[in-house]
């Protein structure tokens, strides 16, 4: 992952996987607007 704000979205998956979460799991995560996060919300959809 190589963007400007890697490190916080890395942060975001290292706590689901540590966590056990499923793609569904992080589809229903409220991740907050305006952020470069929210866009694992839009990327795990199914």
Known sequence: ?????????ISQFGA???NGLTLEDMGKVI??????SEGI???VRL
């Open 31 to 36: 991740f907050p607007h305006p952020t470069f």
């Open 16 to 18: 689901a996987i540590v």
């Open 41 to 43: 919300s839009e990327a």
């Open 1 to 9: 992952m190589m963007c400007a704000r890697a490190t916080d979205m």
